[in-house]
């Protein structure tokens, strides 16, 4: 019976993640300005944690490999991180995927200068309550989110893009 309510959970997760919508903490409302969840989550070269980048805009972005919009946003936040790291923003990507290999072949593919962050049990992203992918989530020098974006499009990232510029700016 266990089993079974843990298979039901994930197969839950996954198909919210899968389904195109909006992150829960939608710009402007009250729950846009709380705190973000802390997490410390492994890296490919140790750990990231979110309260050790207080004082920095930190760019979190949920992403799995086998998420398409995923491997337009890539290249978008490597720009980002290009153009504004010395700003202070922080980019910290969060991959969900059950099997590491999926995520190292796509990082293969979509290298990213940014940090990349591991959590195949999906915990963060339920902290996050992260409903499709990718979902991404600026989060201010204070640690509140100031503003969340559910999927990927080109059209939309200038408006994304200033969101970030309004962030850094305070």
């Not at 491997?71 to 153009?83: A, E, I, L, T, V």
């Not at 999926?102 to 962050?117: G, K």
């Not at 339920?126 to 999927?151: D, L, Q």
Request: some cysteine; hydrophobic content about 45%.
């Amino acid at each position: 019976m266990i089993r079974m309510r843990q298979s039901l959970s994930s197969i839950l997760l996954i198909a919210l993640l899968a389904l195109p919508g909006r992150a829960a903490f939608a710009a402007g409302s009250p729950a846009a300005r709380a705190l973000a969840p802390n997490f410390t989550l492994p890296t490919s070269s140790g750990t990231v944690s979110l309260h050790d980048l207080r004082g920095k805009v930190v760019f979190v972005d949920f992403w799995a490999s086998w998420c398409m919009p995923c491997r337009q946003s890539f290249p978008w936040m490597s720009g980002m991180s290009d153009r504004y790291s010395a700003d202070g923003l922080v980019i910290v990507s969060i991959n969900l995927d059950k099997n590491r290999e999926a995520a190292d072949a796509f990082l293969q593919q979509f290298p990213a200068p940014f940090t990349v962050a591991f959590d195949s049990a999906g915990k963060t992203a339920e902290a996050f309550h992260v409903e499709a992918m990718p979902s991404s989530f600026i989060v201010s020098r204070t640690g509140n989110i100031v503003y969340s974006h559910a999927g990927f499009q080109p059209k939309e990232a200038d408006r994304v893009e200033t969101q970030i510029k309004e962030a850094l700016s305070k």
